[in-house]
């Protein structure tokens, strides 16, 4: 056999490099798992599904069809990268259509009407989540998987943005209309962690304030810069009443 031929240092080495081809993390990237995440108890804001439960989420989303943080592996994929050119991103789709961008993601456009691409089947007669919705004055949380990149020695640039429509949009806006109206700027670092890293649970809070929303429909659009020109886009709906 090749092995017997082999020094024990060369074994040594084999069997080190083996190890680190299988212990080393693969880096992908995320999206919004959850857009209306819930603690069970306030005072123990862990983002671990023993700790709190959905209540919304993106547009056409298959709840359950895959364990958290292994929707990157489903068909199509939840993690939609904006394009790099045209000329930036800041012109790329806003929401991904399933075709275009650096990876094209699920269609996650605006359904006719808005409510139909919720609490319904997607295209692979999967059941798809709800939509959110929240009182002027409540607290929303967006859950999303860190995908390793939440460890200390990733850069600090990583950040989520949390945009969203003026009232009652007839269509999408563009990813210019987005960047007018930031409502939060979220840690994408803030995590749960314990075990892997690429499947730290991570999320941030914000208000759905009167200063920033009246009663409505809206479109909302969570955005993860991971370097300079690479963005990562979710869009879902949220219904506030009064």
Known sequence: ?????????????IAASILLILTTPTEAHSWADCV??????PKNKSWNDSNGACFGYARRFPVKAKPFADYDEDWPNRHYE???KSPSPDYAPACSDGKSGETDGADERMAKPWTAAYNGRDFRKRRTGAFTTKKIGDTMCIRWPAKNHAVPKERDL????????K????KDPTQKQFLSNIVARLNYKNCTTGG???????????PISKKKFTP???VGQWRWRLNDNEWYTSCFDVLVKK
């Open 36 to 41: 209306d995440w819930r603690f069970k108890n």
């Open 167 to 170: 009232p009652n949009p007839k």
């Open 196 to 206: 892997s890293t690429d499947r730290w649970p991570c999320g941030g809070c914000f």
């Open 82 to 84: 904006q394009s790099h």
């Open 1 to 13: 056999m090749i092995f017997s031929t082999l020094s024990k240092a060369s074994l040594a080495l």
């Open 158 to 165: 990583s950040e989520v943005f949390v945009s969203f429509s």
């Open 216 to 218: 409505g429909h809206y």
